[in-house]
């Protein structure tokens, strides 16, 4: 398991991640299976045919349902929906600053009101890793608090240093899992996430802190989440000459293609976002033109496919007037189509990034597509 860079331009680059369940190629989007599915009525062999990389699960949710357990005697997440290729488990974190009405935090772990049935979940480091070994994950994200982004400066720093112990907490018990003989996949990698919310002073003492534990990787956590683009740009700036240059950054929850194109260009190397299928499924769409709602009565009669442009298996085959008359129609299918163009869009979207970055053109390439894919389609 090694992380090598391939070619840099400014501080955009390209690599490639070795794991256990196949090579990563960077910069990647890795698309959001919450419940190992993504929503929309996608298969795994669609996945494979629309360029998918990476598949994210989230530990919270499979712990509520099926339940890791379950999970572990199919011998696990891979086997279970049946993915060759690199899964990551988000840790249960997110649902730390999701769930606030529903969460009681303390040092030992965080006890959640499950968002199902109000049932009580306890959630620590140790509890996370314990379940993401079960899920058998080719990477494991630490178990993290993410403070709001209007938290008080004293808040967010005393939220941080938890954070930097449940991490110690996170390893040590990650390493007693890899070496059990019943455990699934004994290569599971753990990668650390910086918090610190919009204050640079925190967001570099923390990464400075965790970088020590030289870790396989390290997120930016707490952004994207309701803090503006500038702000967001602003800290990544401040924040990621501190991380280490040859391990894998991962931009956790991010985001629209303007803000990959933008984060690529200061260093990041790993995001995921549910917004382009979230998008998809109600019918809004990312084109190499713009932004489209396929929702307009100007579709209605309109026989081009969603992307001129594109070469996905929707825009080979079908019409916005038939896709757009899915919709209306309360049809599945138009939901399928979208979310298969959506998040085909953006896994190729990250190949054109790594052909730019290696072609020497990042600069240009990158200033055409924050032009184009910012504004609305005709």
């Not at 400066?153 to 954070?163: A, C, G, L, P």
């Not at 907490?169 to 990650?174: I, L, Q, S, V, Y």
């Not at 053109?361 to 184009?372: G, S």
Request: hydrophobic share 35%.
């Amino acid at each position: 398991m090694s992380f090598t860079i391939h070619k840099t331009e400014g501080n955009a680059r390209t690599g490639t991640f070795k794991t256990v369940h196949g090579d990563i190629q960077t910069p990647v989007f890795m698309n959001v299976g919450t419940s190992a599915a993504i929503k929309g009525g996608i298969s795994t062999g669609d996945l494979k045919h629309i360029g998918c990389q990476v598949e994210l699960s989230n530990t919270y949710h499979l712990h509520v349902r099926p339940g890791e357990d379950v999970v572990y005697k199919m011998g696990g997440i891979h086997k279970f929906f049946n993915w060759d290729k690199p899964v990551l488990t988000d840790s249960g974190g997110f649902q730390v600053f999701s769930l606030a009405s529903l969460r009681n935090i303390k040092e030992e772990g965080v006890t959640f009101q499950s968002h199902m049935d109000g049932a009580k979940i306890f959630m620590s480091p140790e509890v996370s890793m314990q379940i993401q070994s079960k899920l058998a994950s080719t990477i494991a994200m630490a178990f993290d608090e993410c403070p709001s982004s209007v938290a008080t400066h004293k808040y967010i720093s005393q939220s941080v240093d938890r954070t930097t112990r449940w991490l110690y907490r996170c390893k040590e018990e990650m390493d007693r899992l890899n070496s059990l003989p019943e455990t699934i996949n004994k290569n599971q990698m753990l990668f650390g996430i910086g918090q610190g919310g919009i204050y640079e002073d925190i967001r570099i003492r923390h990464i400075k802190e965790i970088a020590q534990l030289d870790l396989p990787g390290y997120a930016v956590g707490g952004l994207a989440v309701g803090e503006s683009a500038e702000e967001m740009y602003h800290i990544l700036d401040a924040v990621l000459p501190y991380y280490p240059t040859e391990k894998p950054r991962y931009l956790m929850g991010v985001g629209t293609p303007v803000n990959i194109l933008e984060a690529v260009d200061r260093g990041i190397d790993f995001f995921d976002c549910v917004m382009p299928s979230r998008n998809a499924r109600h019918g809004n769409l990312f084109t190499s033109e713009g932004l489209m709602n396929l929702n307009n009565q100007k579709y209605m009669l309109d026989p081009r496919p969603i992307d001129e442009n594109c070469d996905c298996p929707v825009c080979k085959t079908y019409t916005r007037a038939y896709i757009r008359h899915l919709f209306k129609a309360r049809e599945l299918l138009g939901m399928r189509l979208c979310v298969i163009h959506n998040l085909y869009f953006y896994n190729k979207l990250m190949e054109k990034i790594r052909n730019a970055i290696s072609e020497g053109n990042w600069k240009t390439f990158k200033e055409e597509q924050v032009y184009l894919l910012g504004k609305r389609a005709e």
